[in-house]
């Protein structure tokens, strides 16, 4: 199943991928802006979270109920939450807002899950974004749920270990980092200069138009691939 949302239109669609076949069309009384499947492989209901424009609640909705009425709307950010992931081992879910928070949480206890290995986000490099004052467009999350990845509005991409939520690594994908690349990079990274310049445009294109409401654009993201 996919499932998608639109801030402009308030509505969440539910599709069946395989069968070509839209299954639900949920009218939302709030402006939707991430959503993601939250619920076990055992549950009997495939349910949806939901992060809104209004506010920092995400909100759970039943994928096949045509109802808009949440299940529940726990509110552990306080600003918008801006993405949403699943963690399928740890049966929790990782989230982000407007400030940079990111989140690892049980959606039934709404605390941490289980399984990983601290007690506080003091322990953690949870703060990373919010220290550095920036916000993740996207989540991902290894295959083999060790690692979980975030593409920021600074354009890095930073990995952190899921279960101690520490930070593992930090790609800088910024147009400085590709500009440092073309002029000390050696040959192997260097472009031709006309083609690297119509490149850099784009870019600055790009930076630009996300800077007016990016929940209505395509955003940057980061994909693990199967290796983890």
Not at 100 to 126: I, N, R
Not at 162 to 172: P, S
Request: overall charge negative; aromatic content about 8%.
């Amino acid at each position: 199943w996919l499932a998608t949302v639109s801030a402009k239109d308030k509505v969440c669609n539910v599709f069946d991928v395989l069968n070509f076949d839209m299954v639900n069309r949920i009218q939302l009384e709030v402006s939707p802006i991430s959503v993601e499947f939250a619920h076990k492989r055992s549950s009997s209901k495939i349910v949806l979270a939901i992060g809104v424009q209004e506010d920092g609640a995400v909100h759970f909705l039943e994928a096949k109920s045509p109802s808009p009425k949440p299940l529940k709307s726990p509110a552990l950010h306080r600003s918008p939450v801006t993405s949403i992931k699943y963690h399928a081992q740890l049966e929790c879910l990782i989230s982000t807002d407007e400030k940079g928070m990111l989140e690892v949480w049980d959606p039934e206890t709404e605390k941490s899950p289980a399984g990983v290995h601290f007690k506080f986000k003091s322990e953690t490099d949870l703060y990373e974004l919010a220290k550095n004052k920036v916000v993740a467009y996207s989540i991902d999350i290894s295959p083999n749920g060790d690692l979980f990845a975030c593409m920021c509005s600074d354009r890095k991409v930073r990995v952190w270990r899921t279960y101690t939520g520490k930070l593992y690594k930090t790609f800088d994908e910024s147009l400085a980092a590709s500009q440092a690349a073309q002029l000390d990079g050696g040959e192997a990274l260097k472009l031709d200069a006309l083609d690297f310049g119509r490149r850099v445009n784009v870019e600055k294109e790009l930076e630009k138009d996300l800077a007016t409401n990016r929940h209505e654009k395509a955003v940057p993201n980061c994909v693990f691939d199967a290796s983890s």
